[in-house]
């Protein structure tokens, strides 16, 4: 697999990622809608340690949205950032700020419950959970571990 890269809408953020992505889910929560100002946030995840930053790490700015869940963004246009977690094991990449095609599609809907009540989830045959998917889901559904 390429590396992957990222960048933030002024292009003063820039990443890469050399680690394989696992998979790439669609959050229909409250959060994420207000996050992303859309229906839904789409999110990558992979390795963190296949992740650095190339440029502007200085104007990323996070905070705790909600307990232990961390989010960031560019200082400069506000575009969201990938987040890093368990001490950099796991790294969590708005698919919206990536600059490559990650060669996979989403995985699953999570969240339903709370989904944007002017926005018909799509019959696009992907699972859907109300809240987070059941303990063992990522592993089983990506292949691999999350």
């Known amino acids: 697999m390429s ?7 002024c292009q003063a953020v820039r990443y890469a990622l050399s680690s394989p992505p696992l998979f790439l889910n669609h959050c229909h929560c409250s959060l994420c809608r207000k996050l ?8 990558l995840h992979a390795d963190g340690r296949g992740f650095r930053w190339l440029q502007g790490l200085a104007l990323v700015r996070s905070y705790e949205s909600s307990p232990g869940n961390w989010r960031a963004f560019c200082t400069r246009c506000g575009s969201l950032m ?50 987070f998917p059941p303990p063992g889901f990522w592993p ?6 999350a």
């Open 3 to 9: 590396m992957l890269q990222g960048s933030c809408l």
């Open 36 to 43: 992303s100002g859309s229906a839904f946030g789409s999110f």
């Open 82 to 131: 990938p987040v890093l977690e368990d001490e950099g094991r796991h790294a969590i990449i708005p698919a919206g700020s990536l600059d490559d095609d990650p060669g996979l599609t989403p995985l699953v809907h999570i969240h339903c419950a709370s989904k944007a009540p002017w926005y018909p989830l799509p019959e696009d045959g992907l699972p859907r959970f109300e809240a």
């Open 140 to 145: 089983k559904a990506s292949g691999g571990e």
